[in-house]
């Protein structure tokens, strides 16, 4: 089984896809991991840290193929291989392709899978790690292009190769989702649907919320838009510039990462088209929509617009569309006719959808 990670810099995929090789052996399977980037340093010592994207494209280029040579030499040998790399880079050289083609038949991955994470975390990674400037806007366009540009190589090559897009997760990491989905391909793929912005103040509902993702994640591969949250960037630069402030604090990667309240500003546009865009990628990629409509404090049930529209579109994708729904109140026929079925609690769910998701898996084969 070959595996290739792509991923903006930024991402530390090397960490994450590291966890994800010491769970798969916990699970007695044994899984090489080639981080391009490491070896590409090891084969030229004499390019500082942080450094390789400021050397020449020309010797860039000849640096990757030869490393990649080495890589399709290791695939022929290794049981299972995940290959670290990105599908394209922005930087001073501008936008630019991090792979070539050739190579990449002869690999012949069995899966690609493009790692993202939030715009804070990616920002404040990149300002501890390299010297190159960038703003907000550069890191979100440059995660989409990574996106499509994997996308693309990915199909171009063979049509039939299974992509996904996956995030790192933020309070909780995701290393669980991908190995279940390179080892365990038959265990049901499922999108979580919920409110986010409209229960964003209501902490009873956001710990309903929470519960609710918890068990999911325990039986399914699951796609969570909670993963990647970063909707409410633009509510708070504005709540900060009308505190007089020209900067926004937020909380990431163990501590506070400081953001320009004008470069939140100018990527709100870019945060919400990629959000509605993303959203309905990743019910694409999955088997069936769970949707938890949590009740508020009033006893009205919390469905927000783009709730509604998650649904109508598993629907119009013909995914199984799956919905708890605990208020009294009754389901609006926008709800109950593009549901395959609708439940009264999260428990009914989990006894319900028990046969669709399998059994956790105790050892490798």
């Not at 009205?300 to 617009?305: N, Q, T």
Request: charged share 25%.
């Amino acid at each position: 089984m070959i595996i290739a990670v792509t991923g903006m810099v930024g991402l530390n995929k090397k960490a994450y896809l590291e966890r994800v090789c010491a769970l798969a052996r916990s699970r007695g399977r044994q899984v090489a991991l080639c981080n391009v980037g490491d070896m590409m340093y090891a084969e030229a010592p004499d390019i500082r840290p942080g450094r390789i994207l400021d050397i020449s494209l020309k010797r860039l280029h000849g640096l990757r193929r030869s490393v990649f040579k080495d890589i399709i030499a290791t695939s022929r040998r290794a049981e299972n291989l995940i290959v670290n790399t990105h599908a394209t880079f922005r930087w001073r050289h501008g936008l630019f392709p991090a792979v070539d083609f050739d190579q990449m038949r002869q690999l012949g991955a069995d899966m690609y899978v493009c790692l993202l994470d939030g715009v804070v975390a990616l920002h404040g990674r990149l300002l501890a790690e390299h010297t190159a400037e960038h703003s907000l806007k550069d890191l979100i366009v440059w995660r989409e292009e990574e996106m499509i540009g994997t996308e693309m190589l990915c199909k171009g090559i063979d049509e039939s190769t299974p992509f996904y897009s996956l995030a790192v997760g933020t309070a909780e990491e995701t290393a669980e989702a991908f190995y279940r989905l390179v080892f365990e391909p038959d265990r049901p793929k499922a999108y979580l649907s919920f409110p986010m912005t409209a229960v964003a103040h209501l902490s009873g509902v956001r710990a309903e919320i929470e519960r609710f993702r918890g068990r999911m994640k325990q039986r399914f591969i699951c796609f969570d838009p909670g993963d990647l949250e970063e909707s409410d960037l633009p509510h708070l630069a504005r709540r900060a510039q009308a505190e007089g402030r020209d900067y926004v604090e937020i909380a990431a990667l163990g501590g506070h990462v400081r953001l320009a309240v004008d470069e939140v500003l100018q990527i709100e546009r870019d945060i919400n088209s990629q959000i509605y865009a993303r959203d309905f990628l990743l019910i694409d990629q999955a088997d069936m929509i769970v949707s938890f409509i949590p009740t508020l404090p009033d006893g009205r049930a919390s469905i927000s617009s783009g709730v509604e529209r998650e649904l109508q579109h598993a629907h119009e994708a013909a995914r199984e569309v799956y919905v708890i729904w605990p208020a009294r109140q009754t389901p609006s026929v926008f709800v109950t006719q593009t549901a395959t079925r609708v439940f009264r609690s999260v428990d009914e769910a989990m006894e319900a959808l028990a046969p669709h998701g399998a059994r956790p898996e105790r050892g490798g084969s």
